[in-house]
């Protein structure tokens, strides 16, 4: 099986864009970042691509009950994220990414400090 290519920021960016416009469908963008998510690449991927990644790939899912307890990818049911909060996500995708390149070992250290006080908080 032939490596992918790693997307760009420009590549998943201007794929986000696009979904935000209502230029492509939800569905599609998620099936063209699935397989970049899971794909065995020979280098080390921009992180900040990766998280783009799995946020593109979750664009899709919707409510599957009443109670939007249950969610799932694709249709039937309304979409869990509005297209305004897809393009206020980039927004602060695009943050995230500023943040990351001005310090990326300050930005790593504090996401991981993030993490950790969850687990403690946890029950």
Known sequence: ???LLPPTRHDVESRWLALARG???REAVCSWAEPLMLA?????LDIMVMQALQYL???DMTYRSADRRLIGHGPPGPYVRTLDE???ELDSWR???AAYDA???GWVAARRREAEAKVRDLP
């Open 23 to 25: 230029e492509v469908t």
């Open 95 to 97: 943050g995230r990414c």
């Open 57 to 59: 790939h979750g664009f």
């Open 1 to 3: 099986m032939p490596r």
């Open 86 to 88: 897809v393009s206020s």
């Open 40 to 44: 065995d690449y020979e280098e080390f």
């Open 103 to 105: 310090d990326p070992a």
